[in-house]
């Protein structure tokens, strides 16, 4: 009997290089590349997410980037439902897929799948955001530590769509959502997944997140950030996101332009942490020690790969 396709995931903190390798290995497998960081699939936001530039873009398909409204939502659901029908496709093919991004829960969704939890509640969901902006944000984070401590230490304080969520299904199931997280799970099927995972050296890792914040900055993602502002405002869920927060908070008078760099660095480093922290936990992942432009990396993940293929 015929083993089933091959598709490789490349995980790993921001920063540490993903892009870069991802291409490597479409270009040597004929690859196709599916998206998994949940920012870089918002339209629009194009310097704050570092998304693969249009050369990049040339050199193999991409799939899943600008696929949401600036206005709009991808719940994890619904993004495990368009990655697993992306990789179905790139497999009719006779093509690699190759999921690549940092965005944990979404990727926990395409490979494991989630629960099926209740349906959404339009009302609740605006209460809850009227709370919040009555009562600031910490509020969402401190009600669902006392509906769901675990939930609460596995979603960042500034993650409203997500706690929002979170909070939704605790109220409307009666139960804590990580007693859900346990049942009903509809994992990947038809593939044997490899998990190729970057670790490069801490120190190392953090000036580069450094760097590219300042980069960010000088490339204009002040600029890019107003013009979203006046376009969408509040509506646009990913000018809470890392670099475009402190953006914001600098085009409001609330930062300096070079404490807006330092705490954008600050956030950025701390989700490299938590991103660390996260893929520590996934099953079976052949880790490799740098960064994914590095071309003795990039060989070594070639050969593991080759040796999935053939196995």
Same mark, same amino acid.
């Given at each position: 009997?015929?083993?089933?396709? &091959?598709?490789?995931?490349?995980?790993?903190?921001? *920063?540490?290089?993903?892009?870069?390798?991802?291409?490597?290995?479409?270009?040597?497998?004929?690859?196709?590349?599916?998206?998994?960081?949940?920012?870089?699939?918002?339209?629009?936001?194009?310097? *704050?997410?570092?998304?693969?530039?249009?050369?990049?873009?040339?050199?193999?398909?991409?799939?899943?980037?600008?696929?949401?409204?600036?206005?709009?939502?991808?719940?994890?659901?619904?993004?495990?439902?368009?990655?697993?029908?992306?990789?179905?496709?790139?497999?009719?093919?006779?093509?690699?897929?190759?999921?690549?991004?940092?965005?944990?829960?979404?990727?926990?969704?395409?490979?494991?799948?989630?629960?099926?939890?209740?349906?959404?509640?339009?009302?609740? @969901?605006?209460?809850? @955001?009227?709370?919040?902006?009555?009562?600031?944000?910490?509020?969402?984070?401190?009600? !669902? =530590? @006392?509906?769901?401590?675990?939930?609460?230490?596995?979603?960042?304080?500034?993650?409203?769509?997500?706690?929002? =969520?979170?909070?939704?299904?605790?109220?409307?199931?009666?139960?804590?959502?990580?007693? &859900?997280?346990?049942?009903?799970?509809?994992?990947?099927? *038809?593939?044997? /997944?490899?998990?190729?995972?970057?670790?490069?050296?801490?120190?190392?890792?953090?000036?580069?997140?450094?760097?590219?914040?300042?980069?960010?900055?000088?490339?204009?993602?002040?600029?890019?950030?107003?013009?979203?502002?006046?376009?969408?405002?509040?509506?646009? $869920?990913? &000018?809470?996101?890392?670099?475009?927060?402190?953006?914001?908070?600098?085009?409001? *008078?609330?930062?300096?332009?070079?404490?807006?760099?330092?705490?954008?660095?600050?956030?950025?480093?701390?989700?490299?942490?938590?991103?660390?922290? $996260?893929?520590?936990?996934?099953?079976? /992942?052949? $880790?490799?020690?740098?960064?994914?432009?590095?071309?003795?990396?990039?060989?070594?993940?070639?050969?593991?790969?080759?040796?999935? !293929?053939?196995?």
């Amino acid at each position: 009997m015929a083993a089933d396709p &091959l598709l490789v995931v490349i995980l790993g903190a921001t *920063g540490s290089g993903k892009t870069a390798l991802s291409l490597a290995l479409a270009q040597e497998f004929s690859g196709e590349i599916v998206n998994c960081d949940s920012v870089a699939m918002y339209k629009e936001f194009e310097i *704050g997410t570092a998304k693969p530039t249009a050369d990049e873009r040339a050199l193999a398909p991409h799939h899943l980037f600008d696929v949401v409204d600036p206005d709009g939502h991808m719940t994890a659901g619904e993004y495990a439902r368009l990655a697993r029908e992306a990789s179905r496709q790139i497999k009719g093919r006779n093509h690699l897929p190759i999921v690549v991004g940092g965005t944990g829960l979404y990727l926990r969704a395409l490979l494991e799948g989630l629960f099926s939890g209740p349906q959404r509640s339009d009302a609740l @969901r605006e209460k809850l @955001r009227q709370r919040a902006e009555l009562k600031g944000a910490g509020y969402l984070h401190s009600l !669902l =530590r @006392r509906l769901d401590r675990a939930a609460a230490d596995k979603i960042h304080a500034n993650d409203t769509p997500k706690l929002i =969520r979170a909070i939704e299904v605790c109220v409307a199931s009666r139960n804590k959502m990580t007693d &859900l997280w346990k049942q009903g799970r509809d994992p990947l099927t *038809g593939f044997r /997944v490899l998990r190729l995972g970057l670790n490069p050296e801490r120190e190392v890792l953090y000036e580069r997140i450094n760097r590219r914040a300042e980069e960010m900055f000088a490339a204009g993602l002040v600029e890019e950030t107003r013009q979203l502002l006046a376009k969408y405002g509040e509506a646009a $869920w990913p &000018l809470s996101s890392l670099g475009y927060k402190q953006a914001v908070q600098l085009l409001r *008078g609330q930062l300096s332009s070079e404490a807006a760099i330092s705490a954008a660095q600050q956030t950025h480093r701390n989700y490299a942490k938590r991103q660390i922290t $996260w893929f520590r936990r996934e099953p079976d /992942v052949f $880790w490799l020690a740098g960064f994914g432009d590095d071309r003795v990396i990039q060989r070594e993940a070639i050969e593991r790969t080759k040796e999935a !293929l053939w196995s």
